[in-house]
């Protein structure tokens, strides 16, 4: 969901310039994932076990964090060039 429609409860545990930077998830157990750690977590629950074990761990997960910096940083320019409208791929 959009962090301006997100409950307060979670808006607490984290800062408006960090939800802006980049995809969260809080976990039932009480964990905040950030960036490409967030983005593996969603890749297990998804059933993509296979692929985002063997990059969670260092050193992997650090270059999962770099790509996903990478993209992040240049989402503008990616969306431009697929083509991609804000409505289809919101910042």
């Known amino acids: 969901m ?14 408006e310039p960090a939800l802006q ?12 994932l950030r960036g490409g750690r ?3 977590f969603i890749g297990e629950q998804l059933g993509y076990g296979w692929l985002t074990r063997p990059l969670s761990p260092p050193p992997m997960v650090w270059a999962v964090e ?8 240049l ?4 969306s431009q060039w697929l083509r991609i409208s804000d409505t289809e791929c919101p910042r």
Do not use: C, M
């Not at 989402?75 to 990616?78: D, E, L, S, V």
């Open 75 to 78: 989402r503008g320019k990616i």
């Open 21 to 32: 930077r980049g995809v969260h998830v809080f976990t039932a157990d009480g964990r905040v």
């Open 2 to 15: 959009p962090f301006q429609s997100a409950p307060p409860e979670l808006l607490a545990r984290t800062t």
């Open 38 to 40: 967030a983005v593996l």
């Open 66 to 73: 770099g790509v996903y910096w990478l993209i992040a940083r």
